[in-house]
Nanobody
Framework: QVQLVESGGGLVQAGGSLRLSCAAS????????MGWFRQAPGKEREFAAT????????YYADSVKGRFTISRDNAKNTVTLQMNNLKPEDTAVYYC?????????????????WGQGTQVTVSS
């Protein structure tokens, strides 16, 4: 069982940066692949980024590639999402997710555990 708590959301102007963190409970954090998803108002939740259990593989949605960076610290049971050059279309609730296994995944159904989400608002 894994519990996830996100933090770091807020209001930022376009072009600015935010760093989201996700703290995970449990002693087997390193055996989980981690992901970030987001849901904009009136839209379906979508994939943003994922990182494999040892951090060797990362994948990004085309919409965030080159601007967002996902990383993890297995010693601290945390995964972060550094978001740079933010755009108004990045406004969404951002969710941290975990899945058992070592393969990174981009689909929501692959993930077993979800956080409550943190709001990111980018003003123009």
């Amino acid at each position: 069982q894994v519990q996830l708590v996100e933090s770091g959301g807020g209001l930022v102007q376009a072009g600015g940066s935010l760093r989201l963190s996700c703290a995970a409970s449990g002693r087997t954090f390193s055996s989980y692949t981690m992901g970030w998803f987001r849901q904009a108002p009136g839209k379906e939740r979508e994939f943003a980024a994922t990182i494999s259990w040892l951090g060797g593989r990362t994948y990004y949605a085309d919409s965030v590639k080159g601007r967002f960076t996902i990383s993890r610290d297995n010693a601290k049971n945390t995964v972060t999402l550094q978001m740079n050059n933010l755009k108004p279309e990045d406004t969404a609730v951002y969710y941290c997710a975990a899945r058992s296994g070592y393969q990174a995944a981009t689909t929501q159904s692959a993930y077993n555990y979800w956080g409550q989400g943190t709001q990111v608002t980018v003003s123009s």
